[in-house]
């Protein structure tokens, strides 16, 4: 969250105190994110990074994956993650009088400016780091994770706030962009498709590197079972119009023998700008916005909506573009 919940700071740092046995001596609250709040918090020396969810649905899904960046840890995989501590009986997460919190080592690095025009050191890390979790899958099959269904939730909601005046003037693309989402989706249900465990949001913001370039792959709230297009597309989604060159260097190091589907990335993609459109939509509804925040969400709307689904075909242009140059085997055009 970018702007803390109404809570009892001393009564959630009394309340972590007491689950963690730790001398907590500072709490400070971190502002990223949309659906939880974070916190820096301190034992002498020693950082901690504690995650807050209000609550429902939000907590619920994420608390299903904390076992996973649990078991990623255990099994020493070649990229840092923010692996849950346990409380004092053994829990990976905890309820709270402001919601629910996990706890987590405090990781190095920051987050560098222009995603994805980073260096290609970096890129050349994150597309390894994909390589790897894609490869793991069967070492995580005693994580249960939801599996991709295809669904388009956004569709019904969208269509009931077509009248906001928001969304009036992109009205009639909102239904075309609904219409070709819906075509997708009969498409890729009829694919023969190969699961993975994707994090399915590897991008920007989620990613800190280090001053060696070393990685930290952060927010695993949505990490599901889903086709490799899912993270592979995530690499193309960014401020248009966007730069090739993450998903380029991914495929580089992804094996060569795994068919991908153009329908699928084009499915993940658009559905990831309506997502983040709807979420806008929504946003702007909440009786608590100040002024700065509805103009952001009013920004986004355009920004991380109808701009992306306006350069859709260029995107894809873009995937087709770098599968062929890497001489790929089985592409679905």
């Known amino acids: 969250m970018l702007v803390e919940p109404p809570l009892d700071r001393a009564l959630l740092l009394e309340s972590v105190r007491d689950l963690y046995s730790l001398a907590f001596d500072e709490l400070r609250f971190i502002p990223l994110g949309w659906v939880s709040a974070g916190y820096e918090m301190r034992v002498g020396d020693d950082r901690y990074f504690l995650k807050l969810w209000p609550g429902g649905r939000d907590a619920s899904d994420a608390v299903v994956r904390l076992p996973l960046a649990l078991r990623l840890h255990s099994l020493g995989f070649p990229t840092r993650v923010p692996f849950p501590l346990a409380t004092k009986d053994g829990s990976l997460s905890a309820a709270v009088a402001a919601g629910v919190v996990a706890l987590f080592p405090f990781l190095p690095g920051a987050t560098p400016a222009g995603w994805p025009r980073w260096p290609a050191a970096v890129l050349d890390e994150i597309g390894r780091t994909i390589a790897a979790l894609h490869a793991a899958t069967p070492e995580l099959a005693s994580v249960v994770l939801p ?179 890497d001489r790929r085997i089985g592409y679905r055009a």
């Open 147 to 325: 599996r991709e269904r295809f669904e388009v939730p956004v569709a019904d909601v969208l269509r009931l706030h077509l009248a906001d005046l928001a969304v009036r003037a992109d009205r009639v693309a909102v239904m075309d962009q609904l219409e070709r989402l819906e075509h997708l989706q009969s498409a890729v249900r009829r694919l023969p498709s190969q699961y993975v465990v994707c994090h399915a949001d590897l991008l920007g913001s989620n990613i800190l590197v280090d001053a060696d370039n070393r990685i930290s792959a952060l927010d695993w709230d949505a990490a599901y079972l889903a086709p490799p297009e899912l993270d592979l597309a995530m690499l193309l989604h960014g401020e248009q119009p966007t730069d090739d060159q993450a998903f380029r260097r991914a495929l580089a190091v992804y094996p060569r023998d795994v068919p991908l589907s153009e329908d699928l990335f084009a499915f993940f993609l658009l559905r990831r700008y309506l997502d983040d459109y709807t979420a806008r939509v929504l946003r702007l509804h909440q009786s608590d916005l100040d002024p700065a925040e509805a103009a952001d969400a009013r920004d986004g709307l355009r920004r991380w909506g109808s701009v992306q689904w306006e350069q859709l075909d260029r995107t894809i242009g873009l995937v087709r573009s770098a599968v062929l140059d």
